[in-house]
């Protein structure tokens, strides 16, 4: 059985599915919330979780990346609690600064750098976009401010519509 992480790791969970002709297919997601005021006080809550048990299942968990890991632990951590016979871990991507690694992954990536998927594209420039934008700076300095901090190119549109402008 396959379980995707979602949203990022569901394109590589599908892709994987159809190529090992499994078509036994869930989903778990996952999301991030901020503990305090502090930016390093993360944690990581289950949204949407299993239905039913894995008891006795060779279950394949899958993600995007393991950029940080915590996603893949947390979510690992949730499956085992449901008993599976065998379960591992496969991403497309690993990062080895990684706190988590997989057991199967298609690509290393032993420098840091930000990764844009096209299936995550939008919320990826949105996340950003926030991060160098100030309260009232214009689309076109964050274009700028995007290519100079992490390498993107995109048009001063295209930010608009991911901050929703």
């Not at 159809?18 to 901020?34: S, V």
């Not at 502090?38 to 993600?63: E, H």
Request: glycine share 6%; net charge positive.
């Amino acid at each position: 059985m396959i379980v995707g992480i979602a949203r990022g790791g569901l394109v590589p969970a599908v892709l994987l599915s159809d190529e090992l002709l499994l078509k036994n297919f869930l989903i778990i997601r996952l999301e991030r919330y901020w503990l305090g005021k502090r930016k390093a006080a993360k944690a990581i809550k289950i949204t949407q979780s299993l239905p039913g048990s894995l008891r006795g299942k060779k279950v394949l968990l899958v993600d995007d990346i393991t950029d940080h890991g915590g996603s893949l632990a947390r979510a690992k951590e949730v499956l085992e609690k449901l008993h599976p016979a065998e379960l591992r871990t496969a991403v497309l991507e690993h990062k080895v600064i990684s706190i988590f690694k997989p057991d199967y992954c298609a690509h290393t990536i032993r420098k840091w750098r930000w990764i844009v998927y096209p299936w995550t594209r939008q919320e990826t420039l949105a996340d950003l976009a926030r991060r160098v934008a100030g309260k009232k700076t214009s689309p076109a300095v964050i274009v700028r401010r995007l290519h100079e901090r992490f390498g993107l190119r995109v048009t001063p549109h295209e930010v608009e519509r991911a901050l929703g402008k």
